[in-house]
């Protein structure tokens, strides 16, 4: 083997990326640390600094950069221009996108623009401006490598089919903690309970989004690019074990699925690795084999769609196409931090969403300016309507 693999960690202090440096960790021999970037956690950044030292560190808000000066000692850069230049260093092989939100929208794209490698986590980039950054991704060989667990598990079924042979491709749901609930009794559900996810272990904005649903929908517009498979080809169905992450069917009605117990660690590790698989069992304490027995039984069923709409809003999105996808994704971002600020109800998410998608209008994007103007409209108009909900 060769050099180690220089990577960066755009989002290292969040959730995925803090599992992204426990494997990068466990395989020194291949992979080393070359940049890492946190929104304003300057405290958690200079810890982890000092284990994994990093050529670069960025911190977006100046004043945690000075903190984070004072503490380690050592320089950090701050803006949000730092994550573009950390995302296009030379240094750079690989760059994992771990930030949430469109926050992550510009450096996928200065990245993709620099032919990197590019490990997204960020799902809003590609619900965003998948069509834009494909297309990109193509014209500078710049490869990009799914890190959302389903669309890491569609790449996997997809490797052992031809693309003629695929019938549809189908992408599983959890459902969440309120799977199964009524509509009355979602009306009363709090920011904590919706926090509480039975089987992954994620951020905040990407855990009410599977409480809604509402990441469902996202990761359908995410495959539809990420795999260039046109959108009603693409099913979602419950499966509250998440044990199943993704299937394939093929033209002949064979189903092949790829399962692996829910552990993000795993898809992190098949976009770092690829084309290798990494032995994370028995290089990390707690990534588990899956043992089909002690699972014993696997369910599915079909999504609740009146009492879940967001798949739909999401389809309807997708359909219209241009700038909408782009403003209802981040319309959702305004709406899901006013849940979790205990401004607005669950049952308020979808309905607020739901207005976004009637009164935005419709609009072409040619250019990643389009899609952030599309973007601030869509968030503009959430605003709005959270105002005339307090
Ligand atoms: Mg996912």
Redesign the pocket.
């Known amino acids: 083997m060769g050099n180690p693999l220089g990577i960066v960690i755009l989002g290292a202090t969040g959730s995925i990326g803090r599992q992204t440096l426990e494997v990068i960790a466990a395989y020194p021999d291949r992979f080393r640390v070359v940049g890492l970037s946190a929104n304003q956690n300057a405290e958690q950044m200079a810890e982890l600094a000092a284990v994994h030292r990093p050529e670069t560190v960025a911190l977006v808000d100046a004043r945690a950069a000075d903190r984070f000066e004072k503490l380690s000692g050592r320089p950090a850069e701050s803006g949000r221009g730092s994550l573009v230049r950390l995302a296009t260093a030379e240094a750079a092989d690989m760059v994992v996108v771990a930030v949430v939100g469109q926050a992550g929208l510009e450096p996928v794209h200065a990245a993709v623009q620099a032919g990197k490698r590019v490990a997204i986590a960020n799902k809003e980039s590609l619900v965003m401006a998948g069509e834009l950054i494909m297309r990109e991704a193509q014209a500078r060989g710049a490869e990009i490598l799914p890190v959302?667990?389903?669309h890491a598990a569609v790449r996997q079924v997809l490797a052992a089919v031809s693309p003629e042979q695929v019938r549809r491709v189908i992408l599983t749901a959890s459902g969440g903690p309120f799977l199964g609930r009524s509509r009355e009794e979602l009306e009363k559900v709090t920011a904590e309970q919706a926090l509480a996810h039975p089987n992954w272990d994620m951020g905040d904005k990407v855990t009410i989004d599977s409480a809604t649903l509402m990441?469902k929908g996202l990761?359908v517009i995410e495959a539809r690019w990420l795999f260039d498979i046109p959108p009603e080809r693409i099913d979602v169905v419950i499966h509250p074990e998440s044990i199943v992450h993704a299937l394939v069917e093929t033209q002949d009605g064979a189903m092949i699925a790829q399962m692996a117990v829910p552990d993000m660690r795993a898809p992190i590790a098949y976009a770092l690795g690829c084309p290798d698989r990494l032995d994370l069992p028995e290089r990390i304490k707690g990534c588990e084999r899956l043992s089909l027995s002690s699972i014993a039984k696997l369910t599915f069923s079909e999504p609740d769609d009146s009492t879940f709409p967001a798949i739909r809003l999401c389809r309807q999105a997708q359909t219209r196409g241009g700038g909408v996808p782009a403003a209802l994704s981040a319309a959702d971002e305004e709406v899901v931090a006013a849940f979790l600020d205990d401004r607005i109800r669950f049952t308020d998410i979808p309905a607020i969403l739901a207005r976004v998608l009637s009164e935005i209008p419709d609009q072409p994007v040619q250019s990643l300016g389009d899609v952030l103007e599309a973007g601030r409209q869509g968030a503009d108009l959430a605003r709005k309507l959270l105002g005339e909900k307090s």
């Open positions: 959302d667990s389903e990441n990761e």
